[in-house]
Structures are given as structure tokens and as C-alpha cells.
């Protein structure tokens, strides 16, 4: 039998349930309608469900239409449970929109919408309650286009040219068709509505079972059943725990196929699944096996989680609604609140829009709900699981932060033996588009490893604000540049380095406090219209007049959850109970009391010792602070500049071409500190466009007459690099390193006595406790042995950076990061090969010019002799040849 998934959505009060009922009881799956007054519908099987007559938790139930077995989901139509609904949409081939035909498109059946084009699932629209007085099905139809999407079109109507005339107008393959034939083929139909260009619209009323025979033949019909791979997959949307305690994970199989005692896992778990069951209701079947297209309840699994994808589903990411209100959960005395804590996890994996939070400053549990009808339900669900009556406080606002500009953010950590130092681009995202983690690090700065540890500790945490502590959206942060020690770094040194750069690019940028909106339909008697607008301008808010029929007036608009969260009591109060409003979540916009709110919270983001904002760096073998606006007078990488600035710099990259370095070109040097490292200076960030390696550290290749001062030439060698990269010294290093060492001097001193410069040879003693920097002439050149804690590459780097004006300096190693350091210094530098070869060269050519100089000035015995002796001593010669 074919098999489809399709869920079933609505505002409030719309009949989606009513609907279920209607589909099950004519498809023979239950003998008897329920009602959601009478308390017996099939799939509201809670009791706190029954009690308040709405959808809490979402549903599965068994259906055949035709040869189509229907798994349908039924999910919650209370804003406050959205979060429930919306993990439900990503198992689903195929939606249901439930509207009423009383109230037409309501507030959050404009946010449902939203949410199912951007899970791009194709929908059926059943028009609910058309029995009742006042409904106009034209009037209806036109809401529905107008709102929700022209391709919304009438299919319960008899197929005339109206119809297909319709169908031509969404889609250039049907117009064609329908030009050619005057009709529309039904398999163009089916993609058309699976690629969501036509929403087929049906009218009736769910109570009465008008229209919806015809409904379920459209969707036998018109649906185009999903073809699935071969290969193991599955989607988790749901976690529950059945009457007995076991934990149920349900899931759709998106490919392949799953039986009992397969093992299951996503990399970083593994489990059997010991029993799978499918749902109808309350009831259940175990079978052994399932194929894809098939949605169940696993038991055995313990580590998974809504959202989590397996095989070769991807995880999906965070639903877009999320908590807007917190309140705190006063427990009964005596009650160990971190005993608690595990517990109330086990009902936030159940329910996805239930955040439970521990405060560690204030010592107590916090509950982020969606809205204060969830407050009902957790004291509910704790009491009947737990047995314990909780109680919650008045509840506050959940707010959040983001930046308004870009910046910088530096964080280093190297107390002794320790280090690490990362640099994070954070820049202004879209609304409403969360926390985006990019890289745009070369690996040739910073290891491959080190990046990919630098991006989980950017995930593994929600970061906090630095106005009210508040946790950070619509931003991008991205990794640009980092360094590890080859000795000395270890991976929590990098989680350091990382929080304290988000924390000090947060503290240089402008940030802005953000806070949850509403947006909202209010439907009130006309006379009053005026004291609804005025009270929404005292709220902060904005509205307009939507519709309006000479006695009732629509307004929509939108206002901060904070000053509109009690406002239906009002409404119902002045309006004498005429007037209704409905809410959904708008999402995050600027805070109209941004200053009032940060004063009241006196968040000191200074004074979070959990999330500071210095770094931590060394000197004299010990750490010391370092505050949040002097990171970047002290860190060892040079500073991100940003690439877009180079047009608006004027400075024009000179591309002559000049003689070309052995080591690395200028092309790649201008690339690397241009496009690869900024400079962030100051307090607040200024981005300056940086000089190309050409036109800052070298002269053009052409001689002119131009006079230059002329700097004294130093060359500094990185010792223990370059014995590790010359062959004939590595090898003396297990047995005799100072052998190597004094060989490679010797070498060098040679050197320098051809090429008359200052050489410092640096050797690495950071290791020796309580060393002291050690100078030493060896020669005709010096010998340096670093002090305690400091490492070659250190003192290297800061002789280039303390000298470069003064001197002419060239660096010679093969560490591939230092080399970059160096030219950004504005220094020369020599690989450890390119070393060697000068040095070979340089002793061939004195070879030869000795050689050379040799045979020029020899002296021979015959230019003494007189010209009769070399006359006699010819004619000797030629005699004894003769003979």
C-alpha cells in the first residue's frame, strides 16, 4: 500500500480537530464521531486536553483513502504549543490547513503559513464551519488569495473553464495545456500543488461531515506519493514516555528499512531498538519491521532528541518560535532544586518550547515558556508525573542582544604553559535569522583541528549579551585567524581564547537590546475602535484598520509582548465580552525601553566572572589580566582588515613586476595580509585599508638616484627550527643535540664572515624553571637562549616588531605562521632550504673566486730561468724525443 504522511494545522477554534474526527470516522477507522465539547475525541487522549478542549500534544492516527494508507498527525492549534507544531513539519509530504469560516484568516494562520512555505510542504486548505450564519464563500476565497497566496483555488467546484482557467494562470506548463486543449491534465495538477503553486481550497463543515467525502477523494487524487532511497534514514520529531515510564522516540523513516534490534546511531551514540510501535490514538501495534515513508515510536533509545536527524537525515535546525516569557519555579519546601533539575529536563525533551534553566547567580529554576497557558500545563504534567505541586512567580520578559556594527573580537588565554589566541569577525545579521557560525581561516595560519575545535565551542553554548546578559541572535560570527603553541596549547585553552573573543568584540560593538512583539488581530464592535487604537499607542504598538463591516472592526498591527501580554482581559472588559484578540509571535525588534529595562536588570558584564571579557596573557613565567580595551595592545596576531574597504581606500595595488623572491611572492604577501589578517585599533574599531607588501617593505626592482639611508643588516635564525629542516644536523639529534647545535654555529659563523652581517642565532629555553634571558658571542656572531616561558618565536617576533625601523632585518625558519607574522612585520624572510642554498652558494663562489685567484698569481720555474738556459733546455727536450 502506498504510504503519506500528512499533518493536520489550525488557529484555534478552527475544527481541526472536529476534522480528525470527520476523516476517521468516514475511512471506517473509528464507529463513532467524538467531540472536543463531550470530551471523547479520539486524539485528544490527555486529560488536561479534555479538560480545556484544545490540541496540547501532538498525535498520530492510521487512515486508508483508496490505496493510500494515511498516517495523519494532529497537532496543537494554541500559539503557545507552536514549537510542538512546527517539529511536527518536517516529517510531514503533505499539510492540512484547517480555517474557519467564521473568523477567515486569523493571526497565526498567517504565521502557519509562513512556516509552511519555509518547510516547503505542499497544502491542502479545508474551510471549516460554513454551516454557520454570515459565511460567504466568495468572500473567502478572495481573503484567502489576497493572504495567504494566489495559487489558493476552489476545487470542490465542477470542472468548467473558470477552473482550469485558474489552474493555467500558476503555471507555464498548465497554460500551455490549456491554450493547446482547453483542459488541464491531473498529473500536471499533482506537481503543480507538490511544488506549491496550487493550493487546492474545499468548503463545508467538519460537525456536519458537509464536504469532507469530497475532500478526502481530492486527496487521493491529487497527491503524488514521495519515492525513498534505499539507504537507512530517519527524522526524530517527537519524544514522549508512554503509562509505564518508557521513553518513546518517534520518528519518520526516510529511507530504507528498520527492524527490531537494529542498531541505531548519529557519531556520537549507539543504541538497539528493542520494540517499534505504531500509534492510532491510545493504541498500538509492535511489528518487526518498516519500510520508508513508515512513522513510529522507537523503544530502547535514550539519547535522542527532537530535531535529530539519522542516517542520511541531517539534524534540523532550532524552530523558529521560541520562548518569549520565563518565570521561575518556586518548589515546595525542603525540595532540592538540583534534584528537581533532572527531572523537569525529562518533560523539556517532551516539549519542545519549554526551556528549563538553571541559574547559578540566583540559585533557582527557570522555566521559558511560549505563553502563560504552558503554566498551566507544566504544573499539570509535574504533578501528575512527579506528584509534587510546584508554584511559579509574576514572570518577566525574555529579551535578547545583537550588534548594530561590525567589529573585531580578540581573545587570548596563555597563563603559564598554556596558550591559545583567536580572533572572531562578528557582524550584523537579518532579523530573526539567529546565530550564524562561518570560517574563513586558511589553514596555513591556524591547524585544521584547532579550527574545527575553535566552531564547536562558538556552537556549544548560548553566549551572553553585554547589556543585560541576555543571550545573542542575528549576528555572523566568523573564525578569521587563530594560533596554538606546538608545546604548550591544549583544547580548553582554545574554549578560553573563544568565549573571551565573542565577549570583547561584543564589548566594542554597539550593541542592541531586543525584545519579543506580538503581532495581533482584534476584532471589537466599531464604537470602540477608538480606545483600542489609543491603547495600543500607549502599548508601544502600531495597528491599522483591516476590515470592517459597519458594526464589527478588524485591527491588525503588531506591539511588544511586554505590554500586551494581559491586554485580552481588557478587551473582554471593555467590550463586554464582544471583542476578541488573537496573538502570535511577530518575533525579536529593537526594545522600545531599551534604557529602563538594562538600568532595572543592572547586568555588570564586567563583573561576570563566568563570561569574562579580558584575556589573560604572559610574561615573566606568569599570566596577568589584561582588560577588555587593551586585548589589542598586546596580541600576538596582527588585526583582521577587511578587504571591502579597499575600494573606498584609494590606494591602488601597484602590479609592476618585480624580481621574485625564492621563498614567497609578492602576490601571495599582499594577498595574506590584505585579504587574511585586519587591524583592529583603539577602542572602537576603525578599519584602515593596509599598504601592500610592495609598497610598504620593498624598493622597486629598477635602480633610481634616489638617496636611502641605509640600515644596518641583521639575520635571525630560528635555531632548533632550522636543525630539524637541515638533514645532515637532524640526524645528530637523538644522540648528540649539542653536536647539532655547535655544527650549525660553525656554519654560521662561516656565514657571516662572507656576508658581513649581524646574525643572532635564538634557541628555545622556556622549558628551564627560573632561566633567565642568555646572551652569548660565539665568534663573530651571537647566540641567544630565551628566558623561562618564552619561546623562540616569541623573542624572534618581538626583536622584528621592536627593530624594523632601525635595522634591515631578515628571519630565517620554516614555521609557516611565524613567517607570515614576520612579513606583516615588514621584514624579510628565508625558509630553512632557501638558508641552506644561500650558504652553499655563497661557499661555492668563494671557492671558485680563490681558485680562480690561484691560478692568476701562481709562479712557475721556467719564467726565472734566462732566455739561453730556455733555449738549451728546449733543444734537450727535442733531442730526447728524437731518440
Known amino acids: 500500500m502506498k504510504k503519506l504522511v500528512m499533518g493536520i494545522l489550525a488557529h484555534v477554534d478552527a475544527g481541526k480537530t472536529t476534522l480528525s474526527e470527520s476523516m476517521l470516522y468516514l475511512s471506517g477507522k473509528i464507529g463513532k464521531m467524538g467531540r472536543v465539547d463531550k470530551r471523547d475525541a479520539f486524539l485528544d487522549t490527555y486529560e488536561i486536553e479534555k479538560a480545556r478542549g484544545i490540541t496540547i500534544f501532538s498525535k498520530q492516527a492510521m487512515l486508508e483513502i ?13 500559539v503557545d504549543f507552536s514549537a510542538e507544531m512546527e517539529r511536527t513539519l518536517q516529517v510531514l509530504d503533505y499539510a492540512i490547513l484547517v480555517i474557519s469560516g467564521a473568523d477567515g484568516v486569523q493571526g497565526h494562520t498567517k504565521t502557519l503559513w509562513r512556516l509552511l512555505a519555509m518547510y516547503e510542504i505542499p497544502v491542502f486548505l479545508f474551510v471549516n464551519k460554513m454551516d454557520q450564519n454570515g459565511t460567504d464563500k466568495e468572500k473567502l476565497l478572495k481573503s484567502l488569495k489576497k493572504q ?64 469532507v467525502d469530497q475532500f478526502m477523494e481530492g486527496i487521493a487524487e491529487y497527491v ?51 520494540q517499534l510501535r505504531i500509534y492510532s490514538g491510545t493504541k498500538f501495534e509492535t511489528v518487526n519491521e518498516l519500510e520508508a ?42 525540595c532540592d532544586p538540583r534534584e528537581m533539575l533532572p527531572k523537569l529536563h525529562q518533560i523539556e525533551e517532551e516539549e519542545p518550547e519549554l526551556h528549563i534553566v538553571w541559574d547559578e547567580q540566583l540559585q533557582e529554576i527557570q522555566a521559558q515558556i511560549m505563553g502563560e497557558v504552558q503554566i498551566e500545563i507544566l ?80 556552537e556549544e553554548k548560548k553566549h551572553k549579551g553585554v547589556l543585560t546578559g541576555a543571550v545573542i541572535t542575528d549576528m555572523k560570527i566568523t573564525l578569521i585567524a587563530g594560533r596554538a603553541h606546538t608545546k604548550h596549547t591544549e583544547g580548553g585553552d582554545f574554549r578560553e581564547a573563544t568565549y573571551r573573543a565573542v565577549r570583547q568584540g561584543l564589548k566594542e560593538a554597539k550593541s542592541i537590546l531586543l525584545e519579543p512583539y506580538y ?40 506591539a511588544p509582548v511586554v505590554t500586551m501580554r494581559n491586554y485580552q482581559r481588557e478587551v473582554i472588559a471593555y467590550t463586554k465580552g464582544l471583542g476578541r484578540l488573537f496573538c502570535s509571535l511577530k518575533g525579536y525588534e529593537p526594545c522600545h525601553n531599551a534604557e529602563e529595562v538594562i538600568k532595572r536588570i543592572g547586568y555588570d558584564s564586567e563583573r561576570d566572572i563566568a ?230 652558494t655563497v661557499n661555492e663562489r668563494i671557492k671558485q673566486e680563490y681558485e680562480e685567484q690561484q691560478g692568476r698569481n701562481r709562479n712557475h720555474l721556467i719564467d726565472t730561468l734566462s732566455p739561453e738556459a730556455k733555449q738549451r733546455m728546449e733543444e734537450f727536450v727535442n733531442k730526447d724525443i728524437k731518440n
Open 148 to 211: 495567504l497566496d494566489d495559487g489558493c483555488i476552489e476545487f470542490g467546484q465542477i470542472r468548467a473553464e473558470e477552473f482550469y482557467d485558474q489552474l493555467a494562470m500558476c503555471d507555464e506548463e498548465m497554460l500551455e495545456t490549456y491554450l493547446e486543449s482547453g483542459q488541464v491534465k491531473n498529473s500536471q495538477i499533482n506537481i503543480a500543488i507538490r511544488d506549491r503553486k496550487v493550493f487546492p481550497c474545499y468548503f463545508g463543515s467538519a460537525l456536519k461531515l458537509d464536504g
Open 611 to 840: 563570561n569574562p571579557t579580558g584575556s589573560v596573557f604572559c610574561a615573566h613565567g606568569a599570566g596577568f589580566l589584561v582588560d577588555w580595551d587593551k586585548v589589542k595592545d598586546y596580541m600576538h596576531l596582527e588585526g583582521y582588515l577587511q578587504s571591502r574597504d579597499t575600494a573606498s581606500s584609494g590606494v591602488s595595488i601597484n602590479k609592476e613586476t618585480d624580481r621574485e623572491e625564492s621563498f614567497i611572492s609578492l602576490e601571495e604577501i599582499d594577498h595574506i595580509i590584505n585579504s587574511t589578517f585586519y587591524s583592529n585599533q583603539g577602542k572602537k574599531s576603525t578599519w584602515k585599508k593596509r599598504k601592500t607588501a610592495r609598497d610598504s617593505y620593498y624598493a622597486p626592482s629598477s635602480y633610481t638616484n634616489n638617496q636611502k639611508e641605509t640600515k644596518e643588516k641583521y639575520l635571525l635564525v630560528d635555531g632548533y627550527n632550522i636543525i630539524h629542516a637541515w638533514p645532515e644536523l637532524k640526524e645528530h639529534i637523538a644522540d648528540n643535540m649539542d653536536g647539532a647545535r655547535m655544527k650549525l654555529l660553525d656554519i654560521l659563523s662561516n656565514y657571516q664572515g662572507i656576508r658581513k652581517c649581524q646574525i643572532i642565532v635564538v634557541f628555545d629555553a622556556y622549558r628551564v624553571e627560573g632561566h633567565n634571558e642568555e646572551i652569548i658571542d660565539y665568534h663573530n656572531i651571537h647566540m641567544v637562549y630565551t628566558k623561562e616561558a618564552q619561546t623562540a618565536d616569541q623573542y624572534i617576533e618581538k626583536f622584528a616588531h621592536s627593530n624594523r625601523s632601525k635595522y634591515d632585518i631578515t628571519v630565517a625558519t620554516s614555521d609557516g605562521l611565524q613567517q607570515i607574522i614576520i612579513r606583516g612585520a615588514g621584514c624579510t624572510l628565508l625558509s630553512a632550504s632557501d638558508l641552506k642554498v644561500d650558504i652553499e
Open 293 to 334: 515513508g513508515s512513522v513510529c515510536a522507537v523503544v530502547g533509545l535514550s539519547k535522542t532528541r527532537s530535531g535529530e536527524g539519522l542516517g542520511i537525515e541531517a539534524t534540523s535546525a532550532a524552530p523558529v518560535l521560541e520562548p518569549v516569557l520565563s518565570y521561575q519555579i518556586i518548589l515546595p519546601e525542603r
Open 519 to 558: 503581532a495581533f488581530q482584534l476584532e471589537l464592535p466599531e464604537k470602540m475602535v477608538g480606545r483600542a487604537m489609543t491603547d495600543i499607542e500607549k502599548m508601544c504598538g502600531t495597528c491599522e484598520i483591516s476590515q470592517t463591516n459597519g458594526e464589527t472592526v478588524i485591527l491588525v498591527g503588531s
Open 379 to 458: 504544573q499539570s504534567l509535574i504533578q501528575t508525573r512527579f506528584g509534587m505541586k510546584v508554584a511559579f512567580d509574576a514572570g518577566r520578559i525574555v529579551y535578547k542582544e545583537t550588534i548594530a556594527n561590525t567589529v573585531e573580537g580578540v581573545g587570548h588565554f596563555e597563563p603559564l604553559r598554556h596558550y591559545a589566541e583567536v580572533h572572531l569577525l562578528l557582524e550584523p545579521g537579518e532579523p530573526e535569522s539567529g546565530l550564524e557560525i562561518c570560517l574563513n581561516c586558511s589553514e596555513d595560519v591556524l591547524g585544521k583541528s584547532w579550527q574545527r575545535l575553535i566552531l564547536t565551542h562558538l
Open 66 to 78: 483508496e490505496d493510500i494508507q494515511i498516517t495523519l498527525l494532529d497537532t496543537p492549534g494554541h
Open 224 to 274: 503524488k506519493i514521495p519515492a525513498y532511497p534505499d539507504v537507512f534514514g530517519a527524522k526524530i520529531f517527537k519524544i514522549a514516555r508512554d503509562e509505564q515510564g518508557n521513553r518513546l522516540t518517534y520518528l519518520k523513516l526516510t529511507g530504507g528499512r528498520l527492524k527490531v534490534k537494529d542498531v541505531l546511531s548519529n557519531g556520537k551514540w549507539e543504541e538497539k531498538v528493542n
